[in-house]
T-cell receptor
Framework: AQKITQTQPGMFVQEKEAVTLDCTYD???????LFWYKQPSSGEMIFLIY??????QNATEGRYSLNFQKARKSANLVISASQLGDSAMYFC????????????FGPGTRLSVLP | DAGVTQSPTHLIKTRGQQVTLRCSPK?????VSWYQQALGQGPQFIFQ???????QRGNFPDRFSGHQFPNYSSELNVNALLLGDSALYLC????????????????FGPGTRLTVL
């Protein structure tokens, strides 16, 4: 079974608007971490934001926020005020505490920001 | 503060050959993980090294092996290359706090793009 699901292969957003990228996950481990990474065409994975399973508040980092709904097992990334430089692949990843330190990545969503 | 570095940037090999990829972790990090990312897919975990030992391994054959040196840098070796080994190989470093608590966020290098002909 897929541990991380990203149902949007591609998304378009107008510059300066907000966009939500979906991520759902599957785990029976009560302790886990959720991460979002951005991968531009250059290939490097850039860390954006982290949410721990016990965190009470949704994580925020500048223009990035994570809409964490634990009961629904979803961890959607919200990008506010989109910029042309936000065009890239976005990956959701999970690390389960009881299953080691490796990350499991979703298939990614390609975001295109339109001028 | 130097980030994660990888070498070489690109590599072209033929089937059956062997390849070695190198990674230097971010300053202060002691753990190195390797991932394979095929075109159009998310990264797949190969293995992780900590204290010069393989700590965890993903679903990859024994042709994939690695090493970590005392300065925390790491190598990924792939023997008997197959066409399907063509991919972007990503190295990530992290620091796992004592007791295993903390975010232990993984920071990635720019990757090595391997092409097998």
């Amino acid at each position: 079974a897929q541990k991380i699901t990203q149902t949007q292969p591609g998304m378009f957003v107008q510059e300066k608007e907000a966009v939500t990228l979906d991520c759902t996950y599957d785990t029976s481990d009560p302790s886990y971490g959720l991460f979002w990474y951005k991968q531009p065409s250059s290939g490097e994975m850039i860390f954006l934001i982290y949410q721990g399973s016990y965190d009470q508040q949704n994580a925020t980092e500048g223009r990035y926020s994570l809409n964490f709904q634990k009961a629904r097992k979803s961890a959607n990334l919200v990008i506010s005020a989109s910029q042309l430089g936000d065009s890239a692949m976005y990956f959701c990843a999970m690390r389960e505490r009881n299953y080691g330190q490796n990350f499991v990545f979703g298939p990614g969503t390609r975001l295109s920001v339109l001028p | 503060d130097a980030g994660v570095t990888q070498s070489p940037t690109h590599l072209i090999k033929t089937r059956g050959q062997q390849v070695t990829l190198r990674c230097s972790p971010k300053s202060g990090h002691d753990t190195v993980s390797w991932y394979q990312q095929a075109l159009g897919q998310g990264p797949q975990f190969i293995f992780q090294y900590y204290e010069e030992e393989e700590r965890q391994r993903g679903n990859f054959p024994d042709r994939f092996s690695g090493h970590q040196f005392p300065n925390y840098s790491s190598e990924l070796n792939v023997n008997a290359l197959l066409l399907g080994d063509s991919a972007l190989y990503l190295c990530a470093s992290s620091f796992i706090p004592l007791g295993g608590r903390g975010t232990d966020t993984q920071y990635f290098g720019p990757g090595t793009r391997l092409t097998v002909l």
